[in-house]
């Protein structure tokens, strides 16, 4: 079966600081893509970054980036320069190519600090 | 980007009334759309997959016969929460899919359904 894991509910960070929140995975496919989406109060889900499992370079956005461990099913994401419209729930997803379903882990709720 | 347009955002209904909720897709055809539902404080699970012109398949526990799904256009696909009561009150939220590109998941801005 397909799991994602975030192992944090809560995280904070100060206005400016770096923070890394957590996510493994576990899938059976080898075609998949590994997602963080932003859900912030309004609730409306927003694509922060994407990364194709075929691909061995992490991804990067602007201020987000990724550590992708693909032998250890591990998908964390880096925020640089932390600021306070980044304060929101941040949701780790795979994606299976086989199965097409997406799949959500818990969350992780983000504050951000003046 | 794409542009998804879900809509009502929020609806308040009596109990065993029935709620549409419309999803359109605005500037690409949709082969596939996912339905999910939110719970306060936890994460989207998904409901069932609907492909153009089939019918939809439907995640084990969710009822068929109450949430009917009708994806008869690519652009357009439809949930109704038939017969609804307080425990259907949730978050519902669309993904329509571009066909071909799985990378391309957005969602639509979701609809608070409360039912009194």
């Known amino acids: 079966a397909q799991t994602v894991t975030q192992s944090q509910p809560e995280m904070s960070v100060q206005e400016a600081e770096t923070v890394t929140l957590s996510c493994t995975y576990d899938?059976?496919?080898?075609?998949?893509?590994l997602f963080w989406y932003k859900q912030p109060p309004s609730r409306q889900m927003i694509l922060v970054i994407r990364?194709?499992?075929?691909?061995?370079q992490n991804a990067t956005e602007n201020r987000f980036s990724v550590n992708f461990q693909k032998a250890a099913k591990s998908f964390s994401l880096k925020i640089s320069d932390s600021q306070l419209g980044d304060a929101a729930m941040y949701f780790c997803a795979c994606f299976q190519g086989g199965s097409e379903k997406l799949v959500f882990g818990k969350g992780t709720k983000l504050t951000v600090n003046p | 980007g794409a542009v998804v347009s879900q809509h009502p955002s929020r609806v308040i209904c009596k109990s065993g009334t029935s709620v549409k909720i419309e999803c359109r897709s605005l500037?690409?055809?949709?082969?596939?759309m996912f339905w999910y539902r939110q719970f306060p404080k936890q994460s989207l699970m998904l409901m069932a997959t609907?492909?153009?012109?089939?019918?939809?398949?439907?995640e084990q526990g969710v009822e068929k016969d109450k949430f009917l799904i009708n994806h008869a256009s690519l652009t357009l696909s439809t949930l109704t929460v038939t017969s609804a009561h307080p425990e259907d009150s949730s978050f519902y939220i669309c993904s329509p899919r571009l066909w071909g590109t799985n990378e391309k998941l957005f969602f639509g801005s979701g609809t608070q359904l409360s039912v009194l």
């Open positions: 899938t059976s496919e080898s075609d998949y893509y």
């Open positions: 990364q194709e499992a075929y691909k061995q």
């Open positions: 500037d690409f055809q949709a082969t596939t």
């Open positions: 609907s492909n153009e012109g089939s019918k939809a398949t439907y």
